[in-house]
Each structure stands twice: as C-alpha cells, then as structure tokens.
C-alpha cells in the first residue's frame, strides 16, 4: 500500500471504511407482511396502454424513414 500513489490510497482507505460500515450495521431482515397496506396499485395497472400501438407504428416509420 505504501506503493500507491495519494489519490489510490485515499480510495482504498474509503473503501475499507465502507466495508467496516456495512459490517456494522445492524439493519435487520425485513418480515413478512412488514409492508403490508403501504403499496397500492393503480386499478388500472395491467390495462392495456391505449396508445402503445400508435406509439411502436411511429418508431417502426420513423426507422424505416432513416434506412431509405
């Protein structure tokens, strides 16, 4: 390590200080049903999108307009 330039020195003492951190930590395991109520889906979510055809048409035009 006493090899390294400044700025790699640096960032290896960063990292091993990331490292430590992590191990540290004491974030627990999340449980089942811990969210349980906060996560809504729109009713709508699985429709199917109403202008996604029009959409792709316009891509797939726009493309061949480039090859020609």
Do not use: H
Not at 18 to 30: D, E, I, M, R, V
Not at 42 to 58: H, N, Q, R, T
């Amino acid at each position: 390590m006493n090899t390294l330039p400044e700025n790699l020195k640096r960032e290896v003492l960063a990292f091993i200080d990331f490292l430590q951190t992590k191990k540290n930590s004491s974030k627990k395991p999340g449980t089942f049903g811990s969210v349980k109520g906060k996560i809504r889906m729109a009713y709508d979510f699985d429709y199917p999108v109403v202008d996604f055809k029009e959409y792709i048409l316009w891509i797939i035009l726009s493309c061949l307009i480039l090859v020609i």
